[in-house]
């Protein structure tokens, strides 16, 4: 048996977005264009002797109880093959805390596949999958990786070709974001056709390996909610086109924006502007990156 694994968990942005519509049980059907980027968790699971679930984390602000999605990761699976063992979670976090990025589903998701793989659960993929739902919609995204189509409520994945290599520059302002609260004030029938996006127009630029298309369909319904009531993504957004990039969009229910860069130079100006420039004390958290694209 490994006892110990050292594991990473990749943050997601999402190319587009759309809501389409409430469902009776509360959550949302959308559409979504996912890709997985080159900022993640780090996760250590140590098995113990001692039966039951510990966690401990850097951010001592995050729940290391039943809340944290990593135990609950951990239990689903422990409590349905009855492992004796215990375990031990360190999670060192740097994908930015309810931004929009899935940092909690994809650290759930890294502990889905250690756990299967520590204690030899025999698990597939697509299994580990139709559990990770239960513990949050984006988890079996977080599975898959890569460039993909999310339908129903993020759990029916289309994997989608490579999207070509770029970077891609992340900055996420000093707020804190509730995305069930942004679904809430979400008013569906309200919306104009014009902010609907081309999901389809994107899955077809996407297969033609077209970036400049891609970018050029960019689009998050949930901007109508976060973006509206914090100005300050609009305004990073427009840091980032005027510094050159393809296009800038706020990811999920926000805060976080990024923009896509074919052109080092130009990624390199526009983070040093939002990192020591005069939306320095708003864009808290700075990141230049990659996709990343392996499976
Ligand atoms: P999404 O893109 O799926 O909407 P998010 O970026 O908005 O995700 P997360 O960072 O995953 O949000 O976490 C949101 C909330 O979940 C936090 O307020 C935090 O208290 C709780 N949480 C539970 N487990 C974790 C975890 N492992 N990492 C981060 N947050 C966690």
Excluded: W
């Excluded at 000093?174 to 004030?185: A, R």
């Excluded at 298309?213 to 689009?219: Q, R, S, Y």
Aim: glycine share 8%; net charge positive.
């Amino acid at each position: 048996m490994t006892t110990h694994l050292k594991l990473k968990a990749y943050g997601k942005i999402n190319l587009a977005l759309d809501v389409l519509r409430k469902r009776e049980d509360g959550y949302h059907d959308v559409r979504m264009i996912m890709q997985t980027v080159g900022i993640y968790d780090q996760l250590e699971l140590q098995a113990t002797r001692k039966p039951g679930i510990a966690v401990e984390t850097n951010l001592s602000y995050l729940p290391v109880n039943e809340n944290n999605l990593v135990y609950q990761a951990a239990k689903l699976l422990m409590d349905e093959f009855s492992v004796k063992s215990g375990i031990h979670i360190t999670l060192r976090k740097f994908i930015p805390v309810a931004a929009g990025m899935a940092g909690g589903s994809s650290d759930a998701a890294s502990v889905l596949f250690g756990v299967n793989k520590m204690f030899n659960l025999g698990l597939s993929r697509e299994e580990l999958m139709k559990r990770g739902v239960k513990i949050g919609a984006d988890v079996p995204y977080c599975l898959l990786r890569g460039t993909a189509l999310s339908e129903g409520i993020g759990e029916k994945l289309t994997p989608l070709p490579a999207m070509p290599q770029c970077r891609v520059l992340i900055a996420k302002p000093g707020i804190s974001v509730s995305t069930k609260l942004v679904y809430e004030n979400l008013n569906i029938n309200a919306r104009s056709g014009d902010c609907h996006p081309d999901i389809d127009g994107m899955v077809q630029a996407i297969q033609k390996q077209d970036l400049q298309e891609v970018a050029k369909k960019f689009g998050n319904v949930l901007e109508l909610v976060t973006a509206k009531k914090y100005p300050i993504i609009e305004e990073i957004k427009a840091v980032m086109k005027k510094n050159g990039a393809l296009n800038a969009l706020m990811s999920g229910s926000g805060p976080t924006v990024f923009g896509l860069f074919t052109d080092e130079r130009a990624a390199q100006k526009a983070y040093e502007e939002l990192r020591y420039g005069s939306l320095a004390s708003l864009a808290k958290q700075v990141y230049l990156t990659s996709l990343f694209n392996r499976r």
